[in-house]
Structure formats: C-alpha cells, structure tokens
C-alpha cells in the first residue's frame, strides 16, 4: 500500500560530528531543519554549500562558472560524473543521508514488502559507487538490521512515475 507523507519535513537527525555541523550550519539559514534540507534538489545545493563555506572544500573555477549559468543541482550531479571532488562528496552525503531517512521509514512502517524510491534525482546520478554508500547506510539500524535487510528496495527509474499516477487517480 502507498503511503502519502510529509516525512520529509520531519528533524533532521544528526549520527556524526559531520552532521552536526551541518545541523549548525543549516539552522543558522533556515531555523527548523528538516530531513529536506537534505534529501531533495535543494538538499544537494545546501550539503554543497556547507561543504564549500562550512568546511572550505575546493570549488574549481570552471565549477564556479558553470553554476552562474546552469541549475546548480545539475552542475553538481555533471560535475561529481566528471570526477569533480566537492561534487562527488556533496553527491555521497546526499545518498547517505537517503539511505538513513529510507530506513527509518522502512523501520516506521514496517515496510516489509519493499520502499519505492521516486523522484527525477536518482536516475541521473545513480552509480555503484552510491549504491554501496547507500547499502551500507541503509543497512546501519543496529539490532533491526535483520528487519531491514528483508526490506526490497526499488529505484524508480521512470522520471514521469508521478504524473502516470497522477493521471490514473485523476481518470477514476
């Protein structure tokens, strides 16, 4: 059964001293922080930012240029396939942080017959190397894990998903 949420706007719930200093560093901006402020487009920009202003990671100058210019999200996810440090950090955070927000809700729900992980993000970026920080992230709930290795969890690589949902709700 599809559950619709706001859990995305639920605390954001810092594990390590990283963390924390980007709670810090987002609630001086934003206040509340959410699990958003983290896992979503907008999530990417502010991991970035906090990675370049917070902890003084190197912004390459054609970097700098190409977000003057284009969507800053997708320069990101561009940079991290070219290799580009601070895009490749920003974009392991990011799946980090889906990963543990996925099996909280997993763990919420008891989502045993499997999470759908939606939204246009993923497809563009996915690789082994974020499916193993993602593995690894999901799989670390301490004495549940047994719960939440048996959890499937699929990516949605249809970017239209939604509005073929939509449409099918909209049509009954």
């Known amino acids: 059964h599809p559950f619709a949420t706001e859990g995305g706007h639920t605390d954001f719930a810092p594990r390590t001293p990283f963390d924390w200093e980007l709670l810090q560093y987002l609630q001086a901006k934003h206040g509340h922080v959410s699990w958003e402020r983290g896992?979503?487009?907008?999530?990417i920009c502010n991991i970035y930012n906090f990675l370049r202003d917070g902890k003084h990671r190197e912004e390459p100058d054609w970097l700098k240029e190409k977000m003057k210019v284009q969507e800053q999200g997708a320069v990101i996810g561009a940079g991290a396939q070219e290799g580009c440090p601070i895009c490749v950090e920003t974009l392991e955070v990011f799946v980090r942080y889906l990963a543990v927000e996925t099996s909280n809700l997993a763990m919420k729900l008891n989502a045993t017959g499997g999470v759908f992980i939606g939204g246009g993000i993923l497809p563009k970026i996915w690789n082994k190397n974020l499916q193993a920080i993602f593995l690894e992230h999901f799989l670390r709930v301490g004495r549940l894990?047994?719960?939440?290795?048996?959890?499937?969890?699929?990516l949605v690589l249809n970017t239209r998903a939604v509005l073929l949902g939509a449409a099918y709700y909209g049509k009954i």
């Open 145 to 154: 894990r047994p719960l939440i290795e048996a959890v499937p969890v699929y």
């Open 39 to 43: 896992v979503s487009g907008i999530g």
